[in-house]
């Protein structure tokens, strides 16, 4: 499966982007997909994740309550919606996928074997 981010870009501090991820070869349909970002001289690390078949979410504690993993009706696409941007949100956003991925894992990264190429999102205050 190839996996392509979109929606980065400028936003203002409070503003609330929507991240998608489409997936090309085959659908997001069992598994996990999930969000990770990378903020500059950092490391990479888990933003959210989406059980693929049963619906269960999972979120980073500085995300939650503020951004929502969902996945859209014909499972091709994941999608990020961010609500009340921070500076500190700032970072290039990934996509991944992993059907065989456990859940005691899916906070790390090396739990997914496929990634989106990424999509920077730049928060202004």
């Known amino acids: 499966v190839q996996l392509q981010a979109s929606g980065g870009g400028l936003v203002q501090a409070g503003g609330s982007p929507r991240l998608s991820c489409a997936a090309s070869?085959?659908?997001?349909?069992?598994?996990?997909g999930a969000w990770f970002r990378q903020a500059p001289g950092k490391e990479r690390e888990f933003v959210a994740a989406l059980r693929l078949n049963g619906g269960n979410t999972y979120y980073a504690d500085s995300v939650k309550g503020r951004f929502t993993i969902s996945r859209g009706n014909a499972k091709s696409t994941l999608y990020l919606q961010m609500n009340s941007l921070k500076p500190e949100d700032t970072a290039v956003y990934y996509c991944?996928?992993?059907?065989?991925?456990?859940?005691?894992?899916?906070?790390?990264?090396?739990?997914?074997?496929?990634w989106g190429q990424g999509t920077l999102v730049t928060v202004s205050s």
């Open positions: 991944a996928e992993s059907r065989s991925a456990i859940l005691s894992a899916i906070r790390t990264d090396r739990a997914y074997s496929n």
């Open positions: 070869g085959r659908t997001f349909s069992s598994g996990y």
